[in-house]
């Protein structure tokens, strides 16, 4: 059995779970709505404040649904009630980033600016001009923002320039030595 899938998913308060037939699971919280469809092997039930998942059989593709599904609930409740955010910081001599509308302005040694615009339901603030906050309500959407962002400009490993992660170690490298 799968220990992540076994667990119940709590719902907090001022978060309302709907679970409609075909397994579309709608959250609704204060920070806003989510609405996601799986599998239709899977049972997904409401009781007494809790959502539980669980499964008909021991297939190898049902197993592997099982904890996926308990855990993408729990991320749309998590997301409804607090919402997601990574940080970003811009390491490099001239390197910066600046917010004008939905339009993210970033300088990255390129002989133009890095024109981003931000998709539908993910928000970018500026800390400064070294520090990138990308927030939203879908954990995937953050994500995978946040590395579209990083990929602009991905840390290098002498000097350590680049967009990178707050909480990511870059690796370094010895530069070249000459002869002795």
């Known amino acids: ?5 076994r667990m119940p998913v709590a719902i ?15 959250v609704k919280g204060p920070k806003g709505e989510l609405c996601r469809t799986f599998a239709h092997e899977l049972t997904i ?15 190898k593709r049902i197993k592997s649904l099982h904890g996926l599904t308990r855990t993408l609930i729990n991320n749309m409740i998590i997301g409804t009630n607090t919402g997601y955010e990574k940080v970003l910081e811009i390491n ?9 509308g939905k339009t993210l302005t970033l ?15 993910i928000e970018t603030v500026c800390d ?3 520090k990138i ?13 946040a590395a579209e962002i990083r990929m602009k400009r991905p840390p290098e490993p002498y000097k350590g320039k680049g ?6 170690k870059i690796r370094r490298k010895v530069g070249k030595t000459g002869k002795k």
């Open 163 to 168: 967009i990178k992660y707050a909480d990511e």
């Open 128 to 130: 400064g001009q070294n």
């Open 45 to 59: 039930e409401e009781k007494d404040g809790q959502i539980i998942v669980s499964r008909p059989n021991d297939l």
């Open 1 to 5: 059995m799968s220990r992540i899938g």
């Open 12 to 26: 907090p308060a001022g978060v309302t779970v709907k679970v409609e037939d075909g397994n579309k699971v709608t």
């Open 107 to 121: 300088n990255l040694g390129y002989s133009h600016p890095v024109e981003m615009e931000d998709p539908e339901g």
């Open 133 to 145: 906050i990308v927030k939203g309500i879908s954990k995937e959407k953050v994500g995978q923002y």
């Open 92 to 100: 490099g001599v001239g390197y910066r980033a600046a917010k004008q």
